[in-house]
């Protein structure tokens, strides 16, 4: 079972990498990155029957701060969109040299 | 102060309360002969700041705190000789440096020779302090002026008072600022702020030596204290080894410097920029012969070095010839005196570098006379041409008011000065009975009895050099015609009483002074030889040394014939000169010094002072200056600033400019680049 969870994990990972380097939109990306938080977090679970508690326990953490993530994620693409009527990553480029 | 003045009054005492010392020399408040002119520069340096035109109070005030120093010194004298063959006695008063083995005491050592030494100090200092009264009375920086002068005879006094090597060389450093400050006293004309520079910066060179000499000395004995050096060097030192050879040669080095002998001489008539009484006192009476001092103290160390001893005998004597023959050519009546300064100090070294230590001391003390009285006479005459000159609406530069060729029969008008310096004229030359008689006298003897006979030749040729250019001096100012021009002659007058009470106190001194120490060849006073014995305890470690190993002095010149004859053949020679340059020169016809023609040939070479400054310009200060436009343009501007300091900043903007790039804004090629990262560091960790 470990092997195909694993791969599973893997596969989704790489999903979510791909999302958040091709895709432009930021809702888009945001879930991308959710994605391999919960990617890993399957890995976590599935070595934690060979291993121990901890992997379960270390789980629960990742989904609070990726819940809380979330929240200040979403929070600020909403006022993005609020500035650009949009939320296309290229709008956002000020930060820059 | 206070402290120091309850350890001088308080320790004998309590000393004698205990019976701790046996009745011996007790020194009567020796620190206040220090902290007297310290007080002085302290008091006039704040009237310079505050109250500048309180002449009064400075007339007082800087002459003043020098005659309580000659008191002082005068009374310790009197103690010292009273008791025969004193100890030493150290008076230490805080310790200083305390590093490790090292310890220096803040102590003075007072014995006969640092009590002889302060007594010529303080009383030359003293008349050359009134003179100033008269000769700086109108210069607008009168408080500054003797600040300085008392600031000088402060440091002085620790040079010669100290019981250490560091102390003396905190005199010796002390000594060589004031020179500085007062050679470019009127700092606003550049060539004599530049002769400041240069008698500072030769310093320097000798000042290295010193150093060295003290760092080797503390490396080989781990004391430098004086009396700690001289019991420990003989038996640390083998006779004539490298180590003590070094030392003293490092010492010799400073001696140079400071005492403007070949190499390091071309200080010295530059310096004669400076006011007049400064040359008097500094370059000629005091400082300069600190370095004859120097060898004298350390007489332990040169005894165990015979090379050095010879080195500093050879180059005494040479400077003594060489100085004196360009005396013969110059025209400028303080540099007549200057070189003949160098020469005697020449002399001096000559003395001390073949063991007659006692000889060298003696010259010192009867030359700081007649020299300072040379140098004053001079004085009032260059004070005089400057009145007249002014007077009659004429240039009255010093190139004017100091060539003799302006002058010439100046009896008629400054009769007590010409009295004055011709008794200066004859004890320089060393005619009997003035005191260059028998100090001059007992040098040549001393040379020629160490059986050294080329520099006893030496001696004697530039003996009679000394008379024949001390005679043109004399009679070129004082008389022949009158060169000055119609307008300025009437013009001149004597110099102000206070000036020429003070020659005249320094003619009775060039007098009188020869007679402490009168030969036994020569039995003319119940009392002979007294500085001699006076000085025996200071001496007697060296000189005993030099009996063990070179024998004892022979009792005969080189060629024979015994000190009287000697004596009197050389004061006979030196008469025979001032008579033959008299009558050679006074019938002479001068031209005034804008008409005359520069000397050509062997005239010329003298006159061009054997072109030794252009030969240190070509082969030291060229290339140096070359060498430091080099390291200004090449090393510093080039490579330090241009490729070290902004080569690092363009580098850094540029790393930084190319890094930017990455920085595009696009979310994207941050989590590529995220990835990308991850990547490689993960394929590094797996292969």
Redesign the interface.
Known sequence: MLFESLVLSGVLFAVGVAGVLLRRNAIVMFMCIELMLNAVNLSFVAISRYVGIEGQLFVIFVMTVAAAEAAVGLAIIISIFRHYESVDVRNFRLLRW | MVGATLIDLVLPLAQEAVGAHEPGFVPFLPSWMILLPFLGFVLNGALAYLAPERRKLVSVVGPGVLGLAFVIAAVNLVLIARVHDAEPVLRSYWTWIEVGQLRIDAALQLDQLSMIMALVVTCVSFIIHIYSVGYMGEDPGYARYFAYLNLFVFFMLVLVLGASFPLMFIGWEGVGLCSYLLIGFWFRESAKAEAGQKAFIVNRIGDFGFLMAMFAMFAYLGTLDFQGVFEAAPRAFEYGGAAVTLITLFLFLGCTGKSAQIPLYVWLPDAMHGPTPVSALIHAATMVTAGVYLVARAGVLFALAPLSMNVVAVIGGATALFAGTIAVQQFDIKRVVAYSTISQLGYMFLAVGVGAYTAGIFHLGTHAFFKALLFMASGAVIHAMHHALEHAGEPAGEDVTQDMRNMGALKKYMPTTFKTAWVGALALAGVFPLAGFFSKDEIIWSVGARGQTVLWVVAIITAMLTAGYITRWLVMTFHGENRTGEKARGYLHEAAPIMVGALVVLAIGSVVTGWVNIPEALPLLPEFTWLHHFLHPSFAQAEHIIVEHMGEAAHASPVGGGEGMWALISTAAAIVVILFVFNALSGKKYLPAHEAKVPTGIWGLLYHKYYVDELYDLVIVRPFKWICMFSWRVIDQGLIDGVMVNGVGYTTRFGGWVI??F??????TY??II?LGVLIILGAVTL
């Not at chain 2, 920085?663 to 994207?668: A, I, K, S, V």
């Open positions: 930017s790039r920085q595009t804004g696009y979310l994207g989590v590529l990835v």
